[in-house]
Every structure is written in structure tokens, then in C-alpha cells.
């Protein structure tokens, strides 16, 4: 049974408190979980997270498997000498880091004693060229990749010396590279990487 304080939260990010109250019977106390949206076909498994405060101090740096459903979850903790360290109750903030994908800054409010379940994240993909932000030379190169199919036997074949494939201009992961795609980016366009917020103390 999740407290009145953690179901106002949940109400305020606009998710629906009776799905996250039920989704809170099967988690772990101390862990954050929060799905992904589309996994790329292309892209491994592992994403990198790495938990900050809110006054931008790396606490960890990290790789995880996505898990059934696209779903990550982790314990927000400090490395310190070697070890692991769970971390007080609190707000707090991470990166994820995922491919052809910009990084992405999510904020939470955490207690240790209680399993959090946030929105689903929506990462924006489109970063060919993996220089941290959407631009001219990552939109020539979809363009360059238009009518491309899964079914070509070089959907995942390098094209150039930048280790771009075909698959990296499918923004919606729909086999195709197609005008979908260019609107999807022209969308985006001029988006960088979230970089961790930078409080100052009280």
C-alpha cells in the first residue's frame, strides 16, 4: 500500500496513481524503475546510467540490461573506495545514455524504504554521428539513407569511416527509412545531450 505523499507525487507527473499503486506490489524497496520507450533493434541491451544529487556530484556511473518490457530499474547509490553505499532519502537526478540517442536528465524524489515507479521515458533518437547533438550532418545523412529497408543486407553494415548504418536513420524503428523518419528529426532538431542539473545548496 503506497503512502498518501508518494501518491500525490505520482498524481503530479500526470501517471496514473491506481496503474503506478499496483505496479508497486511487485518491485523492490529501494529500487527506481521507469520503461523505455522503443528499444532499437540495432542497439544492445545495456544502457548507461549515471545517478547525480542535485547539486550535480556523481554518485555512479553504470551500465544495466534492459529488462522484459523495456523496463529498467536500479538502487540509487554512491561509490565510495570500492563500495556501494545506498543513499539517504532525497531527490536526485540521472542520465541515460543509450546509442543513436541523446541523453536523457530525469529527476525523482527517492526514499529508500519504498520501490518508485516513474513515467515512461521518451528518449529522442537521431544522433547518427554520436557527437552529442541533432544537426545538419546527422539530417544528411538520413536523407542520404531514404527508400533504405531491414531487408537490404546492409541495414547494419557500416557506410562510412563515422560507423553510421542504414538502421541508425530509422527513428521510429519501423524497418524503413521513409519521410516519417525527416519529420521525426526535424522535430527534434537542435536538441543536445541533458546534462545533470546544478542546484546550489541551501
Given amino acids: 500500500m503506497i503512502t498518501l505523499s508518494l501518491a500525490l507525487a505520482l498524481f503530479a507527473t500526470g501517471v496514473d496513481s491506481e496503474v503506478q499503486a499496483n505496479a ?13 520507450n522503443g528499444k532499437p533493434p540495432f542497439e544492445p541491451d545495456s544502457i548507461r546510467l549515471r545517478t547525480h544529487t542535485m547539486t550535480g556530484e556523481l554518485l555512479e556511473d ?3 540490461n534492459l529488462e522484459e518490457g523495456n523496463v529498467v530499474s536500479f538502487e540509487v547509490l554512491r561509490t565510495t573506495a570500492g563500495q556501494d553505499v545506498r543513499v539517504p532519502k532525497g531527490r536526485y537526478q540521472v542520465i541515460l545514455s543509450w546509442g543513436t540517442a541523446l541523453d536523457k536528465r530525469v529527476v525523482f524524489d527517492y526514499d529508500p524504504a519504498k520501490a518508485l515507479v516513474l513515467p515512461k521515458v521518451e528518449l529522442q533518437f537521431g544522433d547518427v554521428d554520436r557527437d552529442g547533438e541533432l544537426t545538419k550532418e546527422d539530417h544528411s545523412y538520413i536523407m542520404s539513407q531514404m527508400g533504405r529497408k531491414k531487408d537490404f543486407d546492409s ?3 557500416a557506410t562510412d569511416l563515422k560507423f553510421r548504418v542504414p538502421a541508425d536513420a530509422d527513428l521510429n524503428f519501423d524497418g524503413v527509412v521513409d519521410t516519417w523518419d525527416n519529420h521525426l528529426f526535424m522535430v527534434a ?3 543536445k545531450h541533458d546534462k545533470p ?3 546550489k545548496k541551501k
Avoid: A
Fill in 155 to 157: 541495414w547494419y553494415t
Fill in 197 to 199: 542539473l546544478i542546484e
Fill in 189 to 191: 532538431t537542435q536538441k
Fill in 24 to 36: 508497486q506490489l511487485s518491485k523492490l524497496p529501494g529500487y527506481v524503475y521507469f520503461e523505455v
Fill in 62 to 64: 553504470f551500465h544495466t
